[in-house]
Each structure stands twice: as structure tokens, then as C-alpha cells.
């Protein structure tokens, strides 16, 4: 047979094949990782500077919004602004609004306008939309004019941006760049209303979530144009000539259960006569772009990070450390738990530990310490700060301890055998090293926050430089030469230069070309070095950031004001957004997602929810089950509808779900199991390994114990969170409601095949008193368990403790779980679905299911002859030698095969086309 008829044999097959239809694909796309910002255009708004904003603030997406709101339109977006709409939203939109709200991770920015001529439509239609979606912010009946800060008239009122300090929302972002005022023309004050209705004034009384942003100055009163009245600044006692009178024209309002912030403004920042994005006016220059970029990079980083985790700080001084300002810092930034080491360093003393900040010591650690911070660190998710000296006085001694310390670790990064000096940049001495915040930008681990608020430098009261080392110890210039993960973050001026004062010289930075007077030179002074593999961030310093003869936390010095307050909190709050939650990796491969209907979160059909308002609806509603990948780790994505408020604190992020994952591969030679962990259910076809997400508290694995946990069908464990840096289970910090088990490929076998592994996913309720750690389902309802139990189930100890089962239908969940036998106490037997196709994988029979009467008349035998009668009477024989018969009556339940004859005879057509072909062939 020649090249030409097997390329005919080979055409002839591809056609045939694609006549076959194909499992649905699942791939993963490099989506646009901007987040979007709307601008609504459809209710009399006017897009005066928003060409000019879009084309200035381009790391986001825009979109302009000219037709109804609707769902659609707002499927996309994460931030919405509506710029002084002159009508109402429709009944349709308002609804379509809170819908889209209620997803969470939104922006909804309201900006009003004055009562002057058609402001109370404005007004109106601001107020209205913001009592509908259940908002405590609203726009005052007034207007606000200033006689002293203006831009040539009292109505083109200037305002200041001081937000009220939250660190853990990012608050401080908004002032970045900001020095001049911003321009509100004609604009309204922003006042609130408490759950009765009873209005609030925002400059005296506040409550949970205020955030003020943006103040007039204390020379504005209040004007009334159009009644009614001002609900709070009545014109008699804060109108003209009442005296000085500050009010807050924008405010937000944080809803922390959903992560959703509302702003309201008495001023448009896009549309209206002159907006707020404007950058001169009247002579007068403004800050209006910078403000208006500061508002939407804030937005960003609350869509996009979510409020800053709360972590454990702990501050060592039990290595001659001094603890100067340490007070100051605990006192001032409190979004951290902080904590004192004076002791031996133990695995103990760690054990609640997120960071740990070594600063200066004089002394090195001993051999057991260094061992009980390896360890430590080999749990992952966390930061170890390593600060030294210079080589001045005794600053050898801490050089010493610390890049011994690094170098026991793995570190690459060092301490260079030198000091900095700068006779140019400094507080009055030239060892009063003045720096700058420049770090690297990595988006990924959000080194841009580093240098928020950040406009003044930071002093290094005799400092050392950074170096580090690779892998045959050869020492190298951060300045000029890096590796994968460095980060540097903290430079000198390039006045500087080196010195040295005790042997031996420096590793890098010889004084004969970087002394004094060879130059300028410029030198990183912190740095960080991220590890990827288990998360987490050795950041090392050539000064502390507390303690020592001036730290780095100085606010001035000699009359020179400094940002170093600014910098430990930036560096703290960076820290606890790298290492608070896992951070999803940048680029996941999606290898499958299956859909879960909503709404069949009651188990097998007749479950109710425990009556104790934390039991949300839909917090036990599974709708989504992923499988994602990287380069060494697989990802299992299980979302619900509504994951609820974490009411109890869980440490992975929630706390009333409990998820298992039961994984058959197709690797034959693994060990199977069909129990399972406390469901009182069994698997039909087996599992190999079983992923159990719990909340996450104590030390001890699921189901003794309250961490995560992973089993292979054996019994024995395969990791635990926390204890193996391969496995992980965390709240996903991009997906809403979603649950994530981040499990290393080194974990499991036959991970090459996993799109044609099969996933049981049941979701359960979380009981830490419970057995086998799950919320029990009884016949009634009570507080604290489920309700709607079968009886008969219960009583026969089978009752499935399932709310919702993976399942393609609700009526395939209702099936699987109600497959039990109560009256001979057989447990029900479920299935799991193939991860290619999303279909449930059933007995190979198990496709039409009838009742019928059945008498047998069986024995043990090698032959089977099966007859089914009109009657529905089965009489099965069977005859073996050297056994007996038995014959029983029963009714039960058997499954009939039905053969698809289109499939068959197309099949079958193909098949002998091929054989065609090649018997034509095979002839010539």
C-alpha cells in the first residue's frame, strides 16, 4: 500500500470521526485581570472630563452605560458611578441594581448634587436609590457655599481629602499624590440616617463603616433654595454668618458582609458644569485627577485584595534587641496582633505566629531556635523581617546573627560586612542616613502598596547595605544583578557611599571604588526575597524598623520630617495581604467546572436549615465545582451560593460549610474505599483519595480534630493543612463564596489524567461537637441541627447527612441520596461525576428503573437463564453442581437495559465503511 491510499484511509477516518460528536471541552482564557468601571449616562447625566478620564486611568477597564440598567448590562462591571442623574431608576433597574450588589465585591458610587435650581431632582433621585439598596448615606436638602475657599465665587466651593484612617481598607491610598484642593462646584453635603429613618450629621456622630473622604474647610455654611428644609443643617445655626461650619461632602459606607462599598458625593466626578475631576479653575489649581484616580485605585483594592486579614505580629527581644518605640508601633498600628518574643524561641512560641521581626540582635540564635524557625517557616504563609547594623562599634556581632540566621534557612539574601553613609541626604550627620521608598513592582503581591502615602523619606540611623548570595555562595550587587523573588523595596540617595570600620572588608562593596569620594553610588538598603513554593517573604533590612539608637519607625529627627511611621505600616499591611490568605496563583489553568443546580440545598429533597439566624439561606447551596492547575499544584474550587459571615471566626476564611471530596483516577493500583467520613452514605464505584475542608481551628486533623486534612482510601493520612506545605484550604480571594483546597501534584498519583478522574462533592454542615465533625440532619428542626429527616432513615441508622450533592439535576441528588434500604439498614450509595463530561457516573445497568415482583429460585451455578414476564414475574435459575437452592420471594427494585439502536446502527454503518476501505485496499 502506497503514501496515497493511506492518506485516503486516514481522510476517510477524520471524516468519519467528526461525525462523532465530542466531550465539551474545558480550557481556561488569559482574561483581562482589570477590574470595570461603569459610568451611567442613561438619567440625564452629563460626560463633561470623561474622555479625559478614561483616557488618563487606564488600569481599569471603562464602560459607558447609555441604555436601562439591567442584569446584562451590569454582568461585567465592578464599579458603577452615577454622576448627578436628573431622574429616577425604574422599579426594573433598582432591582437589577441590588441584584448585582447582592453578588458582593461591588462599587456603587451616588453623586448628587445641590438644591439650586434642578438639584432636588438630583437630590431625589440619589436618596431614593440609596434608601432602596438599604444604604445608611444620603444627600443632604441643602447646598454648601464658602465665602474664603473658592475659585472666585462661593458656590465653586474647595474642598480637602483627609479620610478617616483605616489601614485594613486602604484608606490611606486616597491621600496619595494629594496637595492640593479639589474643586466642588455647586455641591451638596453628605449626611445619614439611622435604621429609623432619623437623619444624622457625619461630622459629630458616625457609625460602623463610615468612612468620611473629603471635608469642606471650616468657612462653609449651608444654603437653602428649594424647599423643603435641610433634614440636619438647619439654615438658622449653619447658615451665612452662623459662624465657621465644616461638612463632609463625600463619605462611604463599608458593608463588610459582602465586601460592597457605597460612596456618596455632593458633587459629580465626571459630568455636571464644572466636576469634580477638574484640574484648574478660575486660577486656582486642583488636585481633582489625582483624587479621582486615588478613589478608583481604592476601589480596585478592596474588589480585587478585600479587606486586609487580621495576622499575628510578633516583635523579638530575646537577642539583646532594644525595644525603643515599640509601643509606639503597637499602639499605632492596631489592624495586626502583635506579640513579644522574650523567651527561647520554641515551636511553641511560633505557633501563633504570622510574622517575626528580628530587630538588630546582638546575639545569634542557638541551634534549637534556628531549627524551631525552620520548621516554622516550613508551614508556609509567613514572614520572617531579619534587620542588622552597620559594622560600626559592636554591629559586627549582629551582622553575624543574621546572616548566619539567613544562610540556616536558605536565604539568598545577606547583610554586607559595611556601613552606609551620605554627606548630602541625611538627618544632620552622615550616618543619619536618609532613603527612599522605590520597591519593584510585582503586581501579583501588590509591592504598589508599599508606597502608599509615602511623600517623605526614611531614616537609617547607621545602616548596612543588602547583598545576597547564590548558590555556590558567590556574593552579588542587588543594584545591578537580581534573581527570581528578589523584591527590593527600600533604596539610598545616590550620595551615597560606603564605609568600613572593622575587618573584614565588605563582600561586594570594596571602599576603594564605593568610599567616600569615589563617586555616586546608590544602594538598596531593604529588600525581600519571596519564596513561592510555600508562600512565604524573607524581607532583611540594614537597620530596624524598632528598637536601636533611632529606629526606622522615627516620624523626625533632627528637624526633618519622615515617613517612617507611614513605612511600617505599609510594610505590615503588605505582609498580611501576601500571607493572610493564600494569593491565587497569577495564571491558573482551568482543567474542568461543573454546575450544580441552586436551590437543592436540602439534602433528599425534605431538609430544612437550622433555625439560628447565622444559617443564611443558601450558605449550604453548592452551585459551582472547579478543578484548576498550575506548574506544581491542582486547585478544587467549591462554591456556594452564599458563604455566609464566618459568624464563629474559622481560620480558613468560614466556618459553617464542611466540604468532602471524595477522587476516584484512574490509577487501578491505589488502595478503594466506598465509606465515607461521617455522610452515612457509601460510593458505588470507590474513592482513592478524600478531601476534607473544614474550617481550620486547633492543630489536629478532620474528623478528630478541626484542621483540613486529605486521606487516601487506606485510611492512612496524606497531609494536613498547616503541618504539609503542600495542602492548603482557603476562601478565594477572586471568586465569590468559593471554598479552595490547594493541593501540590507531588500529594497524588496519576495527576497526568485528572480531567478523566471522578468527584464526589457533598456539602454538609459544620458541627465541632458533632459526630464525625458534622451538623447532624433530625426528623425536626432545631436551633442547631437540620430538620426533615426521613423517620424511617433515622431509625434505621441510614439518614444521608447531606445537604447538597453534586449532581447534574436535583432529582439526580433526590435518587442518589434516597437510594437507601431503611427497612434492612443499608445506607444509600451515591455517585460522582467524570470531570470531562460532567456526567454522573452510574452502574453500567443503572439507566431505567422499574418496580416489580420478583420470585427466585436461585442456585449456585455457572448458567443464568432470565425471563421477564407481562406480570412483572422474574423466575431466575441456576444450577451448579455439588450446592444447594434456596427460593425466595421479594419485592424490590431492578434495572432494565435499554440498548440505543440509532447509535448501534450508525456505529455500525462506520464500521463497515472502514472495513470497505481497507478490504479495497488490502485487494489492490
Known amino acids: 500500500m502506497n503514501l496515497k491510499h493511506i492518506s485516503i484511509i486516514i481522510l476517510a477516518l477524520f471524516l468519519v470521526s467528526m461525525s462523532i460528536p465530542l466531550s465539551p471541552a474545558y480550557s481556561s482564557s488569559n482574561e483581562d485581570t482589570k477590574i470595570t468601571v461603569a459610568v451611567d449616562l442613561a438619567h440625564g447625566e452629563s460626560d463633561k472630563y470623561l474622555s479625559y478620564i478614561m483616557g488618563n486611568i487606564t488600569f481599569v477597564n471603562w464602560k459607558v452605560i447609555d441604555t436601562p440598567i439591567t442584569a446584562e448590562v451590569l454582568a461585567d462591571v465592578d464599579v458603577l458611578i452615577l454622576g448627578q442623574p436628573t431622574s429616577g431608576l425604574s422599579p426594573d433597574e433598582l432591582g437589577a441594581l441590588q441584584e448585582w450588589l447582592s453578588q458582593g465585591n461591588k462599587v456603587l458610587w451616588v453623586a448628587g448634587d445641590s438644591d439650586y435650581g434642578g438639584g432636588p431632582s438630583s437630590q431625589q433621585a440619589c436618596n431614593d436609590l440609596l434608601e432602596f439598596i438599604g444604604a445608611k448615606l444620603r444627600l443632604e436638602l ?155 485605585r481604592w476601589f480596585v483594592y478592596l474588589i480585587t485584595i478585600g479587606p486586609v486579614p487580621r495576622i499575628t505580629v510578633a516583635v523579638d527581644l530575646a537577642h539583646g534587641e532594644s525595644d525603643k518605640y515599640l509601643s509606639y508601633i503597637m499602639g499605632n498600628i492596631t489592624f495586626a496582633d502583635w506579640k513579644i518574643i522574650d523567651t527561647t524561641i520554641t515551636s511553641d512560641v511560633l505557633s501563633d505566629v504570622d510574622v517575626l521581626i528580628l530587630g538588630q540582635p546582638t546575639s545569634g540564635l542557638a541551634p534549637d531556635e534556628l531549627g524551631a524557625l525552620q520548621e516554622w517557616l516550613s508551614q508556609g504563609n509567613k514572614v520572617l523581617w531579619v534587620a542588622g547594623d552597620s559594622d560600626y562599634g559592636g554591629g559586627p556581632s549582629s551582622q553575624q546573627a543574621c546572616n548566619d540566621l539567613l544562610e540556616f534557612i536558605g536565604a539568598k539574601l545577606r547583610l554586607e560586612l559595611a556601613a552606609v553613609y551620605d554627606d548630602i541626604h541625611n538627618a544632620g550627620a552622615f550616618y543619619r542616613v536618609l532613603t527612599r521608598m522605590m520597591p519593584d513592582n510585582v503586581p501579583e503581591l501588590y509591592t504598589d502598596l508599599l508606597t502608599a502615602n509615602i511623600n517623605k523619606p526614611i531614616l537609617m540611623h547607621g545602616p548596612d547595605a543588602v547583598i545576597w548570595v547564590d548558590e555556590n555562595g558567590e556574593p552579588h550587587d542587588p543594584v545591578n544583578e537580581t534573581f527570581d523573588g528578589l523584591i527590593r523595596i527600600v533604596w539610598s540617595y545616590d550620595t551615597a557611599y560606603i564605609g568600613d570600620n572593622n575587618p573584614p572588608l565588605p563582600l561586594v562593596y570594596n571602599p576603594l571604588f564605593y568610599g567616600q569620594g569615589t563617586g555616586n553610588h546608590t544602594f538598596v538598603m531593604v529588600a525581600a526575597e519571596y519564596w513561592s513554593d510555600s508562600n512565604n517573604i524573607i524581607v532583611v533590612s540594614g537597620e530596624s524598623p524598632y528598637g536601636d539608637y533611632e529606629p526606622m519607625f522615627a516620624w523626625e529627627y533632627y528637624n ?230 426521613d423517620p424511617l432513615a433515622v431509625l434505621a441508622g441510614v439518614m444521608p447527612q447531606v445537604i447538597d450533592l453534586l449532581a447534574p439535576t436535583p432529582e439526580d441528588q433526590y435518587k442518589l441520596l434516597k437510594s437507601y434500604d431503611a427497612e434492612n439498614k443499608v445506607p444509600a450509595k451515591i455517585a460522582g461525576v467524570k470531570l470531562s463530561t460532567g456526567e454522573l457516573v452510574l452502574p453500567e445497568a443503572l439507566t431505567v428503573t422499574v418496580t416489580v415482583t420478583e420470585e427466585v429460585t436461585q442456585t449456585i451455578t455457572e448458567t443464568t437463564t432470565q425471563t421477564v414476564t407481562e406480570t412483572e414475574t422474574i423466575t431466575e435459575t441456576t444450577t451448579v453442581k455439588e450446592t444447594s437452592t434456596t427460593t425466595t420471594i421479594t419485592t424490590s427494585t431492578i434495572t432494565e437495559v435499554q440498548t440505543d439502536w440509532t447509535m448501534a446502527i450508525v456505529l455500525a454503518i462506520i464500521g463497515l465503511i472502514i472495513g470497505f476501505i481497507i478490504a479495497w485496499f488490502a485487494k489492490k
Request: proline content about 7%; glycine content about 10%.
Open 560 to 789: 526633618v520630617t519622615l515617613d517612617g511611621p507611614q513605612f511600617l505600616k505599609n510594610m505590615i499591611r503588605w505582609f498580611a495581604i501576601n500571607i493572610g490568605k493564600a494569593p491565587a496563583a497569577p495564571e491558573l489553568t482551568l482543567i474542568g467546572e461543573i454546575d450544580d443546580p441552586e436551590g437543592d440545598d436540602n439534602g433528599i429533597g425534605t431538609v430544612e436549615y437550622p433555625t439560628n439566624s447565622v444559617f443564611q439561606p443558601g450558605v449550604f447551596d453548592l452551585v459551582k465545582f472547579g478543578v484548576y492547575e498550575d506548574g506544581e499544584n491542582i486547585y478544587l474550587k467549591v462554591t456556594v451560593k452564599d458563604l455566609g459571615d464566618n459568624p464563629w471566626g474559622g481560620a480558613n476564611g468560614f466556618c459553617l460549610q464542611y466540604v468532602h471530596v471524595y477522587i476516584k483516577t484512574t490509577d487501578t493500583s491505589l488502595p478503594l474505599n466506598e465509606t465515607t467520613f461521617g455522610l452515612n452514605v457509601t460510593v458505588w464505584h470507590g474513592w482513592n483519595y478524600a478531601v476534607l475542608m473544614a474550617p481550620g481551628w486547633g492543630e489536629d486533623p478532620v474528623p478528630s480534630g478541626e484542621k483540613s486534612a486529605i486521606y487516601l482510601a487506606d485510611g492512612s493520612l496524606v497531609a494536613v493543612e498547616e503541618k504539609d506545605p503542600g495542602f492548603d484550604v482557603y476562601v478565594d480571594s477572586q471568586l465569590p463564596n468559593t471554598i479552595v483546597a490547594k493541593i501540590s501534584k507531588s500529594l497524588l498519583s496519576d495527576v497526568d489524567n485528572i480531567q478523566n478522574w471522578v468527584f464526589v462533592v457533598a456539602v454538609t454542615g459544620y458541627d465541632g461537637f458533632g459526630p464525625m465533625k458534622v451538623r447532624t440532619i433530625l426528623t425536626e428542626t432545631t436551633e442547631w441541627n437540620f430538620g426533615g429527616a
Open 142 to 296: 441643602a447646598a454648601v457655599y464658602d465665602d474664603i475657599h473658592n475659585a472666585g465665587a462661593f458656590y465653586r466651593v474647595l474642598t480637602r481629602v483627609m479620610p478617616d484612617t483605616v489601614p485594613e481598607l486602604y484608606s490611606d491610598v486616597l491621600t496619595t499624590g494629594i496637595t492640593k484642593p479639589v474643586l466642588m462646584h455647586g455641591p451638596d453635603a453628605v449626611i445619614w440616617v439611622d435604621e429609623n429613618g432619623e437623619p444624622h450629621d457625619p461630622v459629630n456622630e458616625t457609625f460602623d463603616g463610615l468612612i468620611r473622604i473629603v471635608w469642606s474647610y471650616d468657612t462653609a455654611y449651608i444654603g437653602d433654595n428649594n424647599p423643603p428644609l435641610p433634614l440636619v443643617y438647619n439654615p438658622l445655626f449653619y447658615g451665612q454668618g452662623t459662624g465657621n461650619h465644616t461638612f463632609v461632602m463625600v463619605a462611604a459606607e463599608y458593608w463588610k458582609d459582602n465586601n460592597n462599598l457605597i460612596v456618596v458625593s455632593g458633587e459629580s466626578p465626571y459630568g455636571d458644569y464644572e466636576p469634580m475631576f477638574a484640574w484648574e479653575y478660575y486660577n486656582v489649581t486642583l488636585d481633582g485627577p489625582q483624587f479621582l484616580k486615588n478613589m478608583i
